[in-house]
């Protein structure tokens, strides 16, 4: 015979099986979305690359030319980046709580502000045409449409680039800085260390990772950009983004179409590589600036 505590028993393993299958339900959608948007296409990459000769291809002069550009390029706004951003979260967060949210509600809408309208932005401004460069003409005589600097050549994409990179640097490193207390520091003043001393012991080496792990974030943001690039430079600057645009679009034999899916796969691995030492970098970061 079931006694009556049974059904009530059954209830409640019922609901503790609910309860534990709830967080993996919540997320479900998300997975389905990594799967579909991320994974299968990963897939599909993988099978064009390795058909034929396309991996070999993708390492003919041309297309190792493009991939060194766009090393190149991101870790120069990487350096530059990490080297505007740090002082920059720096001096907002010693102006106090309203400059914080200020800046940081700015820095987190710039740091998604890109692709064409970022492109047709510069150029409005300071491309030949811009509107900066015909002030400057018409006030000083100084044309910058021929002067060495040039928004269509690897420096100025540099400076577009870090028109939203800057804004990143600053989101991510603004918890690390928070992390360092203002206790440590006075600490140090207390021992008779001078303020070089205290971010060379102290400061300087708690800082180090999480701003290493800031520039790597800025290499892949570099790395993937796109449409900002395209609308800019066309092919005057060789970047893997834009030829690996060209083998899929159709501009070119389908042939090059499994170079294409190569060249996608090879950017695939450094950036994974990269953001496998960010997220080191940031876990042992982590346990000091908590």
Known sequence: MTTPAAPAARTRSLADRVRRCGPWLAVAPFLLVMLVGLVLP???LATGAFEGDSLSNSFNAGYRSAFWGSVKLSVVCA???????????????????VLRRLVLTVSGVLANFGGVPLAFMFIATIGNAGVVTSLLS??????????????????????VYLYFLVPLMVIVIAPALDGVRAEWSEAAENLGAT??????????????????????????ASMSAFATAQAMVGGTVPLVTLQIANALSGNVSADNAGVGAALAIEMIA???????????????????LR
């Open 138 to 159: 018409d006030w000083t005589g100084f044309d910058l449409g021929n002067s060495p600097f040039s928004l269509y050549q690897f420096g100025g994409l540099a400076v």
């Open 195 to 220: 303020r070089a001393q205290y971010w060379r012991h102290v400061a300087g080496p708690l800082l180090a990772p999480p701003v290493m792990a800031g520039a790597l974030l800025l290499f892949c």
């Open 270 to 288: 450094l950036v994974g590589v990269v953001m496998a030492a960010y997220w080191t970098i940031e876990r042992r970061t982590a346990r000091w």
């Open 79 to 97: 350096v530059l980046g990490a080297v505007v951003g740090l002082p920059v979260a720096q001096a907002v967060l010693a102006g106090g709580s």
């Open 42 to 44: 990963v897939i599909v």
